[in-house]
């Protein structure tokens, strides 16, 4: 491991200790029927509100929007000891909400940030 990613790792271990929550991990049975929407346990750090920035939009303007997201550690996603990648489809479960994955964006380090979309239970009043 390069000394970077060991200064990363570092730093990463109590970012995920103090501000990491329970997340459930569920890929999508349309998507990966092998894994019969299994379900993952794994500690993520959410955000509810993250200000994304979309550079060179429409004309070259830049764009400034809000999107949930919830950053996991790629290593974390293991399944009868295969490791599987995100992919937009799969579900999210943060504090008993169930969440969409739109997007996955991987920072390249081991880090994944999961932009999410909050899927509206259709048996609530």
């Not at 200064?7 to 459930?24: M, S, Y």
């Not at 299994?38 to 004309?59: C, H, N, Q, W, Y």
Request: proline content about 6%; hydrophobic content about 50%; some cysteine.
């Amino acid at each position: 491991m390069a000394r970077w990613d060991r200064l990363l790792d570092l730093v990463n271990r109590p970012c995920f200790a103090t501000f990491g929550v329970p997340v459930i991990y569920i890929p999508s049975l349309d998507e990966r029927p092998e894994f019969a929407g299994t379900p993952i346990d794994l500690v993520g750090i959410f955000d509810a509100k993250r200000e994304i920035v979309a550079l060179g939009g429409r004309d070259g303007l830049d764009a400034v929007s809000l999107h949930t997201v919830v950053e996991i550690k790629l290593a974390d996603l293991i399944i009868t000891g295969d490791l599987i990648e995100p992919m937009a489809g799969d579900d999210v479960t943060v504090a008993g909400l169930l969440y969409r994955v739109l997007d996955v964006q991987p920072d390249g380090k081991g880090l994944a940030m999961l932009i999410l979309n909050r899927i509206q239970d259709p048996f609530a009043f």
